[in-house]
């Protein structure tokens, strides 16, 4: 059996997002380490290799975690020149490599009662068929309705980057004017 090895989030990881494209594991290392020693810190990329605005940082020790998140729920923690703070949040705790076996779900009256019938394919005109297609179209709903919340978010920040960007630019004229 082979042995495996991984890194355990341990309580002290912390999801950053609204990460500038910028950023890098570096950098976000270096901007956390005034809250304690990290371990590890990640700025997560798309299949392309370009980042997604997200990344996790890991410390050594929960009291750093601890402080991070809250000075920076308090405040507004800037990794760039770019007004544009980061969002931290206590990261998911999850197994991605293990998931649910089996001897760990409860034989409750419900896992009998849904484990009556094996897997199969919902056949059209009955019941079955009727209410999965409703939940597929409510999950085609649900997707249709976060992508739209997902561009809106994208535009709204893309003005926003404008919007600072004009106002930069037109204190910089002011203050010019005023010198001169």
Not at 45 to 73: H, I, L, S, Y
């Amino acid at each position: 059996m082979p042995l495996r090895i991984r890194f355990a989030t341990h309580g002290s990881a912390l999801t950053v997002k609204n990460l500038s494209p910028v950023v890098s594991n570096e950098l976000l290392e270096q901007a956390f380490s005034q809250f304690g020693p990290v371990e590890r810190a990640i700025v997560v990329v798309d299949d392309r290799g370009r980042p997604t605005g997200k990344g996790f940082v890991e410390f050594a020790a929960k009291p750093a975690a601890r402080k991070a998140m809250d000075r920076c729920t308090e405040g507004a923690f800037l990794l760039t020149t770019s007004p544009r703070p980061v969002i931290v949040e206590p990261m998911e705790q999850f197994d991605d490599e293990d998931g649910l076996p089996e001897k760990l779900l409860q034989k409750t009256p419900q896992y009998h009662k849904e484990r009556e019938q094996p897997p199969r394919f919902a056949q059209p005109g009955t019941f079955e068929f009727e209410y999965s297609s409703r939940w597929k179209a409510l999950d085609d709903m649900e997707r249709q309705q976060r992508d739209q919340v997902d561009r809106n978010i994208r535009e709204a920040k893309e003005k926003l980057e404008a919007e600072m960007e004009a106002a930069q630019h037109q204190l910089i004229a002011q203050t010019n004017a005023w010198l001169v």
